[in-house]
């Protein structure tokens, strides 16, 4: 058996990508699987955690001690996350959440005719910007920075400008790491802007690095 070392504690965890329709059959998504989110999840609950899972597109299914909430759109996630953020202790925004939305999405199906298709988007709510709006001294909120370059400059203004506790910078860039791959190799920063590298591992291991990680802060600082 696990040591039950985050017994009871609610945690809030995203995961997977969303979707945005553009018609009653298309839609803009990203190559997120789920597997970081879903790793973090299940770590979570195996060290006695309360865990909810707010979880966008994935082929994973969680185990029975998750409560998992599935849905398509950021909008979706965002409503699902404000719900259940004021009862969650640790907040951990792994999903990748479509920066923008279709303005106006088709109620039929868009007929192929002209050479080029223009599709307007507008800028969906930035979720977890408004948690850390929120976020109370007895909350600890986490955030993921998918980068393709300038990875700690751009994850560092994340942790500042999002009110962080710790980002996960991700340089998604890098072979056997980041989106759809069993493994990640990631920095995690603290409010302090110390940087932690972390090697390539399976995303199980880096899950339970990063809760050891969250769970010493938490204590010290709450
Ligand atoms: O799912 P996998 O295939 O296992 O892949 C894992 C992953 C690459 C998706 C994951 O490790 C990761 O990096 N997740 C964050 C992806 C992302 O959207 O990063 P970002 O840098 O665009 O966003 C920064 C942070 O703000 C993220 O915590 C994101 O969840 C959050 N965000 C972003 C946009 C938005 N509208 N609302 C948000 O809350």
């Not at 751009?154 to 962080?164: G, I, Q, S, V």
Request: hydrophobic fraction near 40%; glycine fraction near 4%; charge should be positive.
């Amino acid at each position: 058996a696990c040591v039950q070392d985050l017994k009871g504690k609610r945690i809030l965890i995203s995961a997977g990508g969303t979707r945005e329709p553009i018609d009653p059959v298309r839609y803009i998504g990203n190559r997120s699987s789920g597997k970081m989110g879903y790793a973090l999840a299940e770590e979570a609950a195996k060290r006695g955690a309360v865990v909810t899972l707010i979880s966008g597109q994935t082929a994973l299914t969680a185990s029975s001690r998750i409560d998992v909430i599935k849905v398509e759109t950021a909008k979706q996630m965002q409503d699902h996350i404000e719900e259940k953020f004021a009862d969650s202790e640790i907040i951990i925004m792994a999903a990748a959440v479509a920066d923008y939305c279709v303005e106006e999405v088709a109620s039929q199906k868009i007929k192929k005719s002209a050479k080029t298709l223009t599709i307007t988007l507008k800028k969906n709510p930035d979720i977890l910007l408004n948690l850390g709006q929120k976020k109370t001294k007895d909350q600890f909120l986490v955030g993921f920075a998918a980068e393709t370059q300038k990875l700690l400059a751009f994850a560092k203004e994340k942790l500042e400008r999002k009110n962080l506790d710790m980002i996960i910078a991700n340089d998604v860039s890098k072979k056997n790491a980041g989106f759809n791959t069993d493994t990640n190799i990631v920095k995690i920063i603290t409010r302090d802007k110390s940087v932690e590298d972390v090697p390539m591992m399976k995303k199980t291991a880096l899950a339970s690095i990063i809760l050891d990680r969250i769970k010493s802060l938490y204590n010290s600082e709450t």
